[in-house]
């Protein structure tokens, strides 16, 4: 009970308002929340700023709806987006498999970021990577890059034998060229005979693989000269 004069002064604690601030794509859909004190501009940290592109179109964004202004109170944003037409950009090596992909807007030009496609060989050729077709240029529309290749026939031995089987010459010869022999063969007179070169035992052709040649020889008696001599080493008939 009052028993004098009496002043009562009120005792105030201080609150930080927050305000619940939504954030929507660009279908109305609530993908993200935050928390945001009073006077402070919302900041968003989500995916909703990324490109991102589905088969037709290219989504970049551009800003929020309303503009970011600092809270006052609960509130809503929604991302917006720039739309283009997409280009769908795929890299291929000889095989046709897919070594990198893509999608970019037209007036972009095209970055490959996959692995060096692999140099390779078959049965006649050595391929080495040179580059992609078509040349990497700005985009007008969607495009498959397909690795390109330098080919160097690759090298085949050809070994050429006398008629005893005795190599005389070996060649590293390159795919699709016409090996030669290097001289005319030859194959060492024995007591009996001489040999004359006559021709290989088969038409040469260009090369397709290893490949073996055999000379052929004719051959004739080999001549002696008889010498008839007197007793004392006088030279009678010859």
């Not at 692995?115 to 060989?121: C, F, H, M, S, V």
């Not at 060649?171 to 060229?177: I, R």
């Not at 693989?209 to 000269?225: I, K, L, N, P």
Request: with cysteine; hydrophobic share 30%; net charge negative.
């Amino acid at each position: 009970p009052a028993a004098s004069d009496t002043t009562y002064k009120a005792v105030v604690d201080e609150f930080l308002l927050t305000y619940y601030i939504s954030w929507y794509d660009r279908n109305g859909a609530e993908v993200d929340y935050s928390y945001v004190d009073h006077g402070t501009i919302p900041v968003y940290n989500g995916y909703l700023t990324e490109t991102y592109n589905d088969d037709q179109y290219v989504y970049v964004f551009s800003g929020w709806e309303p503009s970011l202004v600092e809270a006052t109170c609960q509130t809503g944003y929604t991302a917006t987006y720039d739309v283009y037409e997409a280009c769908h950009v795929k890299w291929v090596d000889h095989r046709g498999t897919t070594l990198d992909y893509g999608c970019y807007v037209a007036g972009e030009t095209p970055v490959y970021n996959g692995p060096i496609p692999e140099d390779y060989t078959d049965s006649y050729y050595e391929y080495t990577f040179a580059g992609w077709d078509p040349e990497i240029g700005v985009l007008s529309e969607s495009v498959t890059f397909k690795a390109k290749y330098n080919a160097e026939p690759r090298l085949f031995d050809v070994y050429w034998c006398d008629g005893d089987g005795d190599i005389l010459q070996q060649q590293s010869v390159p795919y699709g060229q016409m090996p030669s022999f290097d001289g005319i063969p030859t194959q060492p007179d024995d007591e009996k005979y001489t040999y004359t070169f006559v021709s290989w035992d088969r038409e040469i052709e260009a090369v397709s693989g290893e490949t073996t040649y055999y000379a052929q020889f004719s051959y004739e008696y080999r001549q002696y000269d008889i010498y008839w001599n007197n007793w004392n080493g006088e030279l009678l008939e010859k």
